[in-house]
């Protein structure tokens, strides 16, 4: 095995984990709900063997998916790796064999295919529960089905055979009111492809409409959004092209020249529909939720002013600026009454935030009052000695509640030795937006474990009602969701 998993950033809390684990009845300080029914899903990256390239994105490692099914006050935790066809490859070589991110050509010769990308795709974004199904997403591939229960890998998922892009994002996003899923593909015809695919999947999981556009140019769409009357689709800055492939490169680069574009279509609408809106250089990945206001389209999205990711280095050589990989909350305005079809921005805080933002589920596509994301708070107590040598320059130590309506914000503080992953909402009541809890993991550095973290979300400054301390830590989240037992058939 290659020496990678000695260097420092495969220490600590970084460490790769190797094991699949199962923890019934874990340790709980506090009270669990008794109203809590249902599971927090997560998925992550994680590498089984080490990358090839030592520069490769940590995007690229393979998917790992947990569970903690929570009921009568009791909680079970399981963690598994998505079996995807590119892990059973790696695992009966007993080696890694693929290489950079999205670079089938940097693939070892026995597996290499560049003509069917989504074949090496590792599941390791996000989990998504619908039609009483549970999956694990890439936006480079199909969705993988997974037991919710057992977290067993059952196959790739196409709809019946409707969905027809090679690809599906790891962000669609449910409509409260319809129970309709839309969702899209992106590089939808094949590697560096400029086909955009997107879908209304119907409450029952079947493909009620689809339509294709063409990107402005090719970029990674993350994220996206919808409004009860319009799909909105985000993305800039990131470049790619079959050259640069064939060059042997990381999928991405970072273009400052190229503008942003918020695409805008009406649900269920035709291709000539769609309208781009543009504007300057920004880093677009994840959204917050959008709605439509007579001819406005609104849309609240932690976005950044630039590149983000280290790993997907400018293309003009410069190096890569961290000054600018700041993600601000932004009100976003696309009037569909303009002719410039330039979009309006707004900083609504100028507080730096993370970007792995959430609602309550049961106001997306409708008028949000409170947006929820974690950010590190410099004025709040950090114990840097009891949290180790490998501990970061900064915690993510709060997790804020932002109130559109009032400006106000509330923060729940995870303690001086703890780094906050994303959280997410869980609905509690008849359906007043808020009344709910905050669930997320957070990593402690004094004791080198994890520790699930609820939180009434409407006293956030009372700290958490429980943790559920687990005995090691658990794999790194990308994004998580809590599933009720009433989405999915849960022991
Ligand atoms: C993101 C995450 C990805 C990816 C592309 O957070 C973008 C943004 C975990 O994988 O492949
Ligand atoms: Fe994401």
Known sequence: MSDLFTQATHRGFGAPIRAETSVDDCEVVGKIPEDLDGAFYRVGAEWYYPPKYRDDAILNADGYVTSFRIKGGKVDYRGRWVQTHRFEQERAARRQLYGYYRNPYTDDPSVRDPKRPNLRTVSNTAPLAHAGKLFTLKEDGLPYQIDPNTLETKGTWDFHGKWKSETFTAHPKLDPLSGEMIAFGYEATGLASDDLFIYTIDKGGQVRHEVRVKVPYVSIIHDM?????????????????????????????????????????????????????????????????????????????????????????PVDGSPFNPAKARAFIRKITMDLDSRDENYKEEILWPMQVGDLGKVDPRVLSLPTRYLYTAYNDPQRPYDQAASGPGAPARMTNCYGRFDIATGKTDAYFAGPTHNLQECSFVPRGRGEEGDGYLVGIASNYAEMRSELIIADAQRLGDGDIARVILPFRVSSQVHGVWVGAHELPLR
């Not at 020249?257 to 918020?262: A, E, G, L, M």
Request: net charge positive.
């Open 225 to 313: 959004a919808i409004t009860h009357r319009h799909v909105v689709i985000p993305f800039g800055g990131y470049v790619t092209g079959e050259q640069r492939l064939k060059d042997g490169k990381i999928h991405w680069g970072w273009d400052e020249t190229k503008p942003s574009y918020i695409g805008v279509i009406p649900r269920d609408g035709d291709a000539k529909d769609m309208r781009w809106f543009k504007g300057p250089e920004r880093c677009m990945m994840h959204t917050f939720n959008a709605h439509t206001e007579g001819n406005k389209v609104i849309l609240y999205a932690p976005f950044y002013d630039s590149n983000f990711f280290p790993f997907f280095p």
